[in-house]
């Protein structure tokens, strides 16, 4: 049987399988586009997919987006469970990102993602980007241990140059983690979200022993909680600098990267990312993007 007619099999339902999860984060290459050869071989290899929609509109591309979105940057989309879409809220438009485990189509050992990014700054001290917005936080994975739940918001990225983990690392990613009440009928429920900043402990660091979990704050369940990112370097007391400084609600959030000579670039990516149990909504609205290279 030829691809192409294998391909259309696939698009009409062969789809609803299932992928392993992750026990570490891994970061693919940039490329967002499959050819029918290369995305067939990933189904063979994952033939346990689930939470697949068969609605999907596009399952071999990366860049599955609408016209003229509201929310900023490039979409890279690994959930075959949603698409990108829109609602309003009072008088506010937000970008929905719904993702659900065992849905990332494009490869086993990846966690399901619906994510936005931006081009990069340099390392020149004064250079940085800056990612501004509204979030809204509906749901976010659940497993049966503490220690897999949650989902990330946003993650700090950027390339180092003397090797060392993932070819794209992420810096530090600020990670949703469920807090559970009853609804009003008297069942359990997710009604709040602890905010973590889950920070490299050393360049490249994964795993227990290269990252850690440092609690930020609080936010309600669908509150509209302004949400801002600003990655980039300085120079301060003779030094250089890389930093990652947020701002959550009204509180403001520092930290300094560790090993900033190391550091390539600045970047920034936000959305929904992983989720091992359960799914994940997250919507944003009011986005804006700055980068500035000296």
Known sequence: MKYKSIVSLITTGILLLACQN??????????????????????????????????????????????????????????????YFETKEGNTIYGNYQIAENSNHFGGRLQPRMERSFPRSNNKSGSFVEFKGTVRILQVGNTTSSSNDGTYIAQAKGKHIGGGGSPDPAICLYLAKPVYGKDRQGRR???????????????????????KLVKLTRIDKGRPTNFELKVGFRTENGKKIQYANAVIGNKIFFWNIPQPQRGRESGIRYGAYRVKGGKARIQWANTSFRKINR
């Not at 429920?189 to 990252?211: C, H, L, M, P, V």
Request: hydrophobic share 20%.
């Open 22 to 83: 992750e026990h570490e984060l891994i970061e693919n290459q940039d490329d967002t586009k499959l050819s029918a050869e290369e995305t067939l071989d990933i189904y063979n290899k994952n033939s346990n997919l689930s939470n697949c929609n068969p609605g999907k509109k596009n399952m071999f591309t990366r860049e599955v987006d609408i016209k003229n979105p509201v929310n900023d940057g490039k979409i890279d989309d690994r959930t075959c469970f949603s698409d």
């Open 189 to 211: 429920t997710q009604i709040a979200f602890d905010i973590y900043r889950e920070q490299i402990n050393y360049r490249g660091g994964s795993g227990k022993n290269g990252r």
